[in-house]
């Protein structure tokens, strides 16, 4: 096998689209940048449907429509219908603001196959405080039985932190009194927002420990009428994430700007080069994008990784994770045991977990632009 | 034990669908069939595509089985085991409603 001319990679499975970073909530973990895309900066609805078809193309099978806020796009319902035409399974992922009865079966009958909503809290004043929008509440619970009424399967998601972690009991009788067929307990990632706010969102080891069992137990109780995921902490995990299934292994990203990502959070790693979906096709993007194929397979691998017999289970784990916990990308993922980077990260978390520090950012616009 | 029950809930007069949020599609890039579902891929045989496109919440299992047993000539006694067995493992497993 000749080194310089590697075999093309396997098709990706998923594309995410983050079709816009505007969003009414401004929760304090946004999987967003921390420098968002201006709404003046976003492609125009004909550069989103030709780049649905490409990944269709590609074969790409499901697309997660998704922002900040997907339906705060005008063209939110032609660019779903475009999507679930072309062939892909469509999924919207939503915080249910601004989204009523009306545009809820316009989605549907455009073709939507599944809509994910988020809470933020399980009672009102947790989810309102912790999403910065009074009133959400009623708007997600109304947007739930909308999506319920339509016949469209519906999956709640929950972040979870400190500030709502005693909520996961709560949360999952609210996924079942709104009629989901699933529910997420993701507990929180910290990059971006959330590493800004980890003393304030990191919660204690003991009561993690707990909440999964919780989980555990209710899988049991509630089988055959509620599938719940849980992603876990992963600082208090032994072994790291696979980031996102492994890097340019499954899935492309791309911001409202049309930046095509390995993952959401790849613009964290210093010195990769982003190509722009208006410049390039999502095949070549996914073949020979240099930021694609930087941490692709494990050719790229540092010890601990390089000889683990998990290197392609985890893949090293999460780039922007080592980026920002190590200084370089290119070690192993700190969540992992066997980096030399653990114990101090683990120890880092215990203690924010028991600081007692409350004060959240919220994500919004404005505070970049104060920061800059 | 409950796989057995399971199976007993597939019966001639049941109309077989996919849900909505299940969808049968050709992945022609892997050279496959697959059922999607939210966050999940099943991979399944070119067989089991052939009866679940007939899985339209209209015909019964008994009108399935005797357009398969046309379409392969093949006795539908023989047919509608198999059938009904697929048909309980995927229920099982939340794609398909009866």
Redesign the interface.
Known sequence: MNAHTPPPPA?P?GLLVELTHRCPLGCPYCSNPLALERPGAELDGETWKRVFSEAAA??A??VHLSGGEPTARRDIVDLTRHASQG?L?T?LITSGIGVGEKLTNELADAGL??A?LSFQGADKETNDRLGHYKGSWEKKRAFAAHVIKA???L?INAVIHRANLHQVPAFIDLAVELGA??LEVAHTQYYGWALQNRAALMPPRKEVEESIALVEAARVRLK?EL?I?MVIPDYYARYPKPCAGGWGRVAIDVSPSGKALPCHAAESIPGLEFWNVRDHSLADIWRLNPAFTAFRGTDWMREPCRSCERREIDWGGCRCQAMALTGDARNADPACHKSPDHERIVATAMAESESGDSALRFRSYKTEKAEA | MTEMDETAEIHSQSRPRL???V?L?R????GRW?L?A??R?FEIDATAAAVLELCDGERDLKTIVAELAQRYTAPPDAIEKDVAAMLADLKAK?VLET
Request: hydrophobic share 20%; net charge positive; glycine share 14%.
């Open positions: 098709p499975v590609l074969g099978l499901h062939g399974y999924n196959d599944h994910q016949g469209l399967p999956t067929r699933r055959g599938v995921d | 849900p909505r949020g969808r599609r992945d022609e890039a892997r697959t999607l939210p966050e891929i939340r």
